[in-house]
């Protein structure tokens, strides 16, 4: 069983930028793809990004492709998701997912989520 815990929410101002961390125990974590999901008041969860097991493959939701960057620290079983020029529609409830493939977790396919991180910007 993996425990994925999420930290680095808070309340920023338009055009700030903030870095989420996502730390992995009691599992393999290198054997993991790795993602990001969002969750907005009212909306469905929605895919963010996501990256393979070894950080070489990425995939980003059309909504934040050139603004947020995922990357992956194996040796320190974390998962981080650098969000750039973060917009008032950013502000959700984001969640670490872990699963199988990139391709999978873009189809919300995942096995393991987080308890979730607020974001809050304001305009």
């Known amino acids: 069983q993996v425990q994925l815990v999420e930290s680095g929410g808070g309340l920023v101002q338009a055009g700030d930028s903030l870095r989420l961390s996502c730390t992995a125990s009691?599992?393999?974590?290198?054997?993991?793809?790795m993602g990001w999901f969002r969750q907005a008041p009212g909306k469905e969860r929605e895919f963010i990004a996501a990256?393979?097991?070894?950080?070489?493959?990425?995939s980003y939701a059309d909504s934040v492709k050139g603004r947020f960057t995922i990357s992956r620290d194996n040796a320190k079983n974390t998962v981080y998701l650098q969000m750039n020029s973060l917009k008032p529609e950013d502000t959700a409830v984001y969640y670490c997912?872990?699963?199988?493939?990139?391709?999978?977790?873009?189809?919300?396919?995942?096995?393991?989520w987080g308890q979730g991180t607020q974001v809050t910007v304001s305009s």
């Open positions: 009691g599992g393999t974590f290198s054997s993991y793809a």
């Open positions: 997912t872990a699963g199988s493939l990139v391709r999978r977790l873009r189809n919300s396919e995942y096995d393991y």
């Open positions: 990256c393979s097991w070894s950080g070489g493959s990425t």
